[in-house]
């Protein structure tokens, strides 16, 4: 047995022995620990993808822009928009993200893209998140963490049970996502370990996923230290339960639940999030409003549950692409090119919207069918990995996103 | 490149091109490993024509819809004999859903139980190649019947037939939408314009024909562009389905709607095309299956599936010569996978996806699963059958799969079945059957040495090798 084993045999094993009781609960989501145990001073990066291009004129509608109305028509949202400034609005289920605009702990850059999206989702996807040429497997995250490597190790932590290619790369990473607890102290995850100890694969990848199980045994046994008196704690839902749905209440225990890793002392530093359902072709306004309440669900646990940290927590939404400025004939949009990206954090500078806005006029359209992009997406990256995460500029302009000269980091985010 | 020893070979027949060995299988591969493999991809499902949507299916549905919209309708009008109706939705709505849940049970049941893993795999290869994920119920009660009627009929026919199979079947047209894509200069976009009663805009919807393009025939980089798209998207119109107010058993049934047409010739990837209706549309497919960035593109997802995710370019070569020559006759392009000496490099490079792992555990026991919560742990991994995240199907490439939370979870759901499957046998001898060959010392040992029948059972399962194939 390797040494590692034994550490995260024993850690797991005195957890139980305090908290026997709390085993049986699963793991349970309330019960992430006191906002007290916030590791002090450790800067948090959250990347959330939207997955199928969100429609950034939904997001933040421009209810300024006269041409806005006539293209969208039955999906324009006007008079419900959450009101901004006389230029744009806000979706009227994003009332977390409105809310922290109006506190200065949030911003939007409402005509982002990466430079040659194209209109392929796959394909943009895999741009959006390895930022580089064909030849390059890992992820811009994942990179972006390799340029800190001296120093206190950052910790990685991909949320669902299939890795984001953001996160894959050179720098081993953690991955969780809510179910049953496995018995980590148990034979057989040893034995299994033991069969790995020589599989560049499975071997750490195992190894990590303990370790995330003994911190969230963890969290469980102080729930259960926490609640021992209340009589209702035996009946508190399992994590497999409350955390699953599509329910603003499972998406704002998520977001509780993943507080809980990042509050963690070497939990962890820098979380990707994938939400997917937002390639709206028909009837778009009712499955879009049910996506964005989950999403601002989640963001309101994730503040919620960091507390105190949210002050040294940076969030940033995006999408690999927008959606077509029309209407199209099934009440949705196809593919388009700009999107709206949404900047979230205790420790924001003050500042507007970011990025030009190019209009919706008919002659400013790309390709006479999609908002145009002012800002390169990268350079929204880059902006926030420099100010916030200290990541070097040349390493952002060469091995993080190649090719990036160009699109310089923006200033004064963080 | 040589082929390894025979023991070898009926070991990776078995888990690499199979889906696992069941007790006696490897043997049974052991005398011609490639003649083993070979003799599946003459199997077929169907004999004769199989429905878009079997009756069964095509009234539940209808008696969904009816009782949906008796429902909606009084409840719209505030009338409280909304109350007495939804018991009705409710009884609906719970048939639906045990014919769902029998569709995904019965295809994992066939993948435990199946003589012709590999012809199982080919299929289900196919079925996840032209992806339709689940939505609201009526799509997914679609997803079952789809399989059925417009996939395994014609894995190991043509390429072209398969792809007007799969992309007028109602799933398809439900998936991605094409059901409501109207011409805009059709007699129906006409025709609507002029009334006044509805202020709903009808026009074009993209998504069928750009998938078509990226995902199941030419790929991204076939060579199309966004006017391509679009073109292809109005000669599409018109493509329909047989709705639920339709005679049960005309529900479900592909139809052409002229009115809804766009007229006119149309150009596609540079070549035009003048015939009209129906014809238009499936000429663009026909063609399109012909072209050689389709070989291309396919032959590699092939070796891709059932090799390595960065597959040797000699054995893409042979599969895309294989579908070339033969006009994408895809029995062929099976054979010439099965005997591509590429294909059978000792070394285990794919890591199985979390329903190939199910799967292959129920074989290697000769068991299958009973029940729907049998099935459960898929969600939990990511992988719930029918529930494909998007239009591209599951990821492929171990680094998807093979994470810290994908291995917990494998561990879980082990250390829950391994005890209840074991029953009185032997798990070393359960190890040689569903490994063979491919069984290394150190898991034969660590199996040996377990304390007990369902640890060493477990510790098959979660071996590195039993892991991949």
């Known amino acids: ?414 | 490149m040589a082929l390894p020893d025979r023991e070898l070979q009926a070991a990776i027949a078995a888990t690499r091109f199979g889906l696992g060995a069941r007790p006696g299988e490897i043997a049974a591969a052991r005398g011609d490993p490639q003649a083993f493999l070979l003799a599946q991809t003459r199997r077929m499902d169907a004999s004769g024509p199989v429905r878009a949507l079997p009756r069964e299916r095509a009234e539940a549905l209808q008696t969904f819809r009816q009782a949906q919209a008796a429902f909606l309708e009084a409840n719209q009008r505030q009338d409280r004999k909304a109350l007495d109706l939804r018991p009705e939705l409710n009884t609906a709505r719970s048939v639906l859903r045990d014919q769902i849940a029998a569709d995904v049970l019965e295809r994992a049941a066939r993948g435990a139980t199946t003589e012709a893993g590999f012809a199982e795999r080919w299929a289900l290869f196919w079925a996840n190649h032209f992806s339709v994920g689940a939505g609201n119920f009526v799509r997914t009660a679609t997803i079952g019947p789809y399989e059925a009627a417009a996939i395994r009929p014609h894995v190991f026919g043509r390429f072209a037939d398969l792809l007007v199979a799969a992309e007028t079947h109602p799933a398809m047209l439900i998936y991605l939408d094409q059901n409501g894509s109207v011409g805009p200069d059709s007699p129906l976009a006409q025709r609507m314009a002029r009334g006044k009663a509805t202020q709903r805009q009808v026009g074009l919807n993209e998504n069928l024909a750009r998938e078509i393009l990226e995902l199941h025939t030419v790929g991204v980089d076939g060579g199309y562009t966004q006017a391509d798209v679009t073109e292809f998207a109005r000669a599409l119109t018109g493509l329909t389905f047989r709705g639920f107010n339709a005679p049960t058993e005309q529900v479900g049934e592909t139809y052409f709607r002229q009115i809804a047409h766009q007229p006119g010739p149309r150009s596609v990837m540079g070549v035009t095309y003048e015939v009209e209706g129906e014809a238009q549309a499936l000429a663009i497919l026909n063609d399109l299956a012909a072209r050689p960035q389709t070989a291309r593109f396919i032959s590699r997802k092939i070796a891709r599936h059932f090799v390595a995710d960065d597959p040797p370019p000699a054995l893409v070569a042979r599969l895309e010569a294989a579908w070339r020559k033969t006009d994408g006759a895809l029995d062929q392009v099976a054979a010439a996978l099965v005997t591509s000496c590429e294909a059978w490099a000792p070394e285990p490079a794919k890591f199985k996806t979390p329903y190939e792992f199910m799967v292959s555990s129920w074989r290697a026991v000769g068991a299958a699963p009973r029940k729907p919560a049998d099935l459960a742990m898929l969600t939990a991994m990511g992988h719930r059958p029918f529930y494909a995240p998007s239009p591209e199907g599951w990821p492929e490439e171990a680094a998807a799969w093979a994470t810290p939370d994908g291995v917990i979870k494998r561990l879980v759901w082990t250390q829950d079945y391994a005890p209840r499957a074991i029953g009185a046998a032997d798990p070393s001898k359960i190890a040689v059957e569903a490994l063979g060959a491919r069984l290394r010392p150190a898991t034969a040992a660590a199996v040996a040495r377990a304390e007990s029948r369902a640890e060493g059972f477990a510790l098959l399962l979660m071996s590195p090798e039993f892991q991949r194939r």
């Open chain 1, 1 to 414: 047995m390797t040494s590692s084993t034994q550490a995260f045999a024993s850690s797991a094993l005195s957890r139980r022995r305090l908290l026997a009781a709390g085993a049986g609960l699963g793991l349970a989501l309330q019960m992430w620990g006191p906002r007290a145990l916030a590791a002090p001073g450790r800067r948090k990066f959250v990347l959330v993808i939207l997955r199928g291009a969100a429609d950034g004129l939904s997001i933040t509608p421009p209810v300024g822009d006269r041409a806005y109305a006539p293209l969208r028509r039955e999906l324009a949202i006007t008079e419900a928009a959450l009101p901004l400034d006389g230029d744009f609005g806000m979706h009227p289920e994003l009332k977390t993200v409105h809310r922290l605009i109006g506190v200065g702990q949030g911003r939007f850059a409402p005509a982002v893209a990466m430079p040659a999206a194209g209109r392929s989702h796959f394909e943009a996807q895999d741009h959006l998140e390895c930022a580089a040429g064909d030849d390059v497997s890992s992820g811009w995250l994942n990179r972006a963490m390799a340029s800190l490597g001296r120093g206190a190790p950052v910790e990685g932590l991909s949320v669902g049970p299939v890795a984001p290619l953001v996160l894959r790369g050179p720098v081993a990473t953690s991955s969780w996502s809510p179910g049953r607890a496995v018995e980590t102290a148990a034979r057989l995850p040893m034995l299994v370990q033991d069969l790995y100890a020589d599989d560049p694969m499975l071997g750490p990848a195992l190894a990590r996923g303990l370790k995330t199980e003994v911190l969230a045994q963890a969290n469980l046994a102080r729930l259960a230290a926490d609640s021992a008196d209340t009589p209702e704690a035996p009946n508190a839902p399992r994590v497999s339960r409350g955390l699953l749905g599509d329910s603003r209440e499972a998406a704002t225990r998520l977001g509780d639940a993943v507080a809980g890793f990042m509050r963690e002392e070497s939990g962890a530093d820098v979380v990707a999030i994938s939400l997917d359902g937002f390639d709206t072709h028909a009837n778009q306004a009712g499955a879009l409003s049910r996506r964005l309440a989950y999403l601002d669900s989640l963001l309101g646990g994730l503040q919620s549950g960091l507390g105190q940290g949210w002050g040294e927590t940076v969030v940033l939404v995006v999408t690999e692409f927008g959606r077509t400025a029309r209407v199209n004939g099934t009440l949705g949009t196809d593919h388009g090119t700009a999107s709206t990206a949404l900047l979230l954090g205790g420790g924001l500078k003050p500042g507007g919207v970011i990025g030009d806005w190019p209009t919706l006029q008919e002659s400013r359209l790309f390709e006479n069918r999609d908002l145009a992009s002012t800002t390169d997406l990268r350079s929204l990256f880059k902006g926030v990995l420099a100010a916030h995460m200290d990541v070097d500029r040349r390493a952002l302009d060469t091995t993080i996103f190649p090719d990036s000269a160009k699109a310089p980091p923006i200033l004064g985010l963080v």
